[in-house]
């Protein structure tokens, strides 16, 4: 299948929020509730930053995700990495997460991930350790 990624636009948006709805709405809502109005002001805050390291994930030109990162001197943060469910366990992540690590350049990778989410098998797959526990979180490391 092939992959490609494009800078994010404004015109990404919505499906942006979409995406990230589809993908954490069960984590959500199961520990805390859904509140729309709510979600919808977080997503606001957290476009104001990510949306500089942004990419919109593509296969045959239609949008099927998003990846975004923040930089912490040497460390590079996954912050999120969301695939629409149609196109999960296809290799996709697997592949989009080597890549991204490989060509990065930093020494060290970090991300979060709920702890109930099955993701977490690929990231100790690919490497990563926990090195932090919350009541809903696993922080996670890749040294390389």
């Known amino acids: 299948m092939e992959i490609t990624m494009k800078k994010y636009t404004p015109m990404d948006y919505d499906f942006v929020y979409q995406l990230k709805k589809i993908c954490y709405y069960p984590y959500v809502s199961e520990i805390w509730g859904w509140d729309e109005e ?30 975004n990162w923040s930089v912490d001197g040497d460390t590079c943060e996954l912050e999120n990495i969301c695939i629409l469910p149609e196109y999960r366990n296809q290799g996709i992540g697997s592949r989009l997460l080597a890549e991204t690590i490989e060509s990065s350049g930093f020494s060290k990778v970090r991300l979060q991930a709920f702890k109930k989410n099955p993701v977490i098998h690929l990231y100790h797959r690919l490497g990563f350790s926990i090195v932090e526990e919350t009541e809903n979180h696993y922080r996670m490391l890749l040294e390389k």
């Not at 002001?41 to 500089?52: H, L, T, V």
């Open 38 to 67: 709510k979600q919808t002001d977080y997503f606001n805050a957290f476009m104001e930053n990510a949306k500089e390291n942004m990419n919109i994930i593509y296969s045959r030109g239609k949008r099927i995700g998003m990846i």
